[in-house]
């Protein structure tokens, strides 16, 4: 195979490394919801309760994920990395062995507030690890891995569900943190950091502007703010869908969880898929922005045909999927958008910052699409609302977009 198509076998390393860990951030953030349906009985609480625990786990995650991307930037990522997801394994593997809902909230709290270290440091560790000119390629493939992610978690819990139990199979899930932690401290020596502690001292510019009221100054920039709530309306949108949108198939179709999950299942291999398609567009256009306003005007036009013309159950499935391509294509171009407005040593305050919209964004959506399924005697408004959260995004997307070409 030709040299300029390969990955050396170093960075093939480091992103597999790293796109693995993101891999399980994913799982972990969608091993709940599959389960909601039943959670509601063995807890004895509402849809909004159950939304409760997400909302919880994304605010610990929004309000220590900027904060955790300046330790990264000071400290190094690879420790950090390492320990966030032993911690957010342990407290998955946890909520399984004490089945009680005040032990869940406040476990997701701490899974939260370890979900925080990845995008920091996940994008730092690429950044310094890998060769600049396939940089295109490592975000992709980590994007790919986090999505695939999310694809599987639905599968693999309803899967364990029928073979050991829910409570067992968040014990599993836990575990493969674990395994996967394990593996990360055997090859730690190949994981590079943007800081002293990776082997490379800062730029006198870089030292200046990644500490004190400068490295703020960055955040609070007018193209970095733009990119914070482009990802608060990618969180949303993406958000009504997995959170109660399997919740609400099984209430308008009253189908078997396991027939209700196919749809999601769809939508989320599809957005797997649209990440590697995303990677081409973006290799060969310039106006991200304009790729992914045309991808949300098509994800809000496909979920508002679920909503309007009430569908077989098959053809949600297609539906779904066909949104969750598009949803997908957007990722690359969202990545490009924000490396490109990021100065040289401040990779994890960065994207930590911006990636804090992902959890501004999850810690609305669930509690708002659980109070709407609890209030409403249509759960379909739930797919109009996010028709219309999708819609709404383009406007951000398209700013983002011409600030960031400024």
């Not at 690429?126 to 639905?154: E, N, Q």
Request: overall charge positive; proline content about 5%; aromatic content about 10%.
């Amino acid at each position: 195979m030709d040299a300029s198509v390969a990955l050396p076998r170093s960075d093939t390393k480091v992103i597999g490394l790293i796109s693995t860990a993101h891999f399980l951030s994913h799982v972990y953030m969608l091993v709940l919801p599959p389960l909601f349906p039943l959670l509601k009985d063995v807890y004895g609480v509402s849809f909004a309760a159950l939304g409760l625990a997400l909302t919880v786990f994304n605010v610990a995650t929004g309000l220590t994920q900027a904060p955790m991307g300046f330790l990264v930037d000071r400290f190094g990522a690879r420790a950090i990395l390492i320990a966030g997801l032993i911690v957010e394994a342990i407290a998955f593997m946890m909520i399984g062995l004490f089945p009680s809902y005040w032990a869940l909230i406040a476990l997701m709290a701490v899974a939260g507030l370890a979900n925080a270290v990845y995008h920091p440091a996940d994008y730092t560790i690429l950044s310094a690890s890998v060769d600049g000119k396939r940089m295109g390629r490592a975000f992709s493939i980590h994007t790919f891995a986090g999505y695939f992610g999310f694809a599987v978690a639905p599968v693999m819990m309803v899967f364990l569900l029928g073979a050991v139990g829910w409570q067992m199979a968040l014990v599993i899930a836990g575990g493969a943190g674990l395994a996967v932690a394990l593996v990360l401290m055997a090859f730690s020596g190949v994981l590079k950091d943007e800081t002293p502690a990776g082997g490379r001292k800062p730029k006198p510019e870089e030292s200046a502007s990644g500490s004190g009221p400068q490295g703020i100054r960055l955040l609070l920039s007018l193209p970095v703010l733009m990119g914070f709530l482009f990802f608060v309306g990618i969180s949303m949108t993406n958000g009504g869908f997995t959170s109660f949108g399997v919740s609400a198939l099984v209430t308008i179709y009253e189908a078997p969880l396991a027939q209700a999950n196919v749809p999601l299942t769809a939508y989320l291999f599809a957005s797997a898929a649209g990440v590697l398609a995303g990677g081409w567009v973006a290799d060969r256009t310039n106006r991200h922005s304009l790729v992914a306003g045309g991808c949300f005007l098509l994800v809000g036009l496909f979920v508002a045909c679920v909503a309007a013309f009430s569908p077989s159950l098959a053809m949600v499935g297609v539906l779904f999927a066909l949104a969750g391509f598009f949803s997908g294509v957007v990722a690359p171009s969202r990545d490009m958008m924000i490396r490109a407005v990021t100065p040289a040593g401040s990779t994890g305050k960065v994207f930590g910052f911006v990636s804090t919209g992902f959890n501004l964004g999850g810690a609305i959506t669930p509690l708002m699409f659980g109070l709407l399924l609890d209030r409403v005697a249509d759960p379909s408004i739930l797919f109009w609302v996010i028709a219309g959260l999708s819609v709404a995004t383009i406007a951000t997307v398209l700013t983002a977009g011409s600030v960031s070409r400024r």
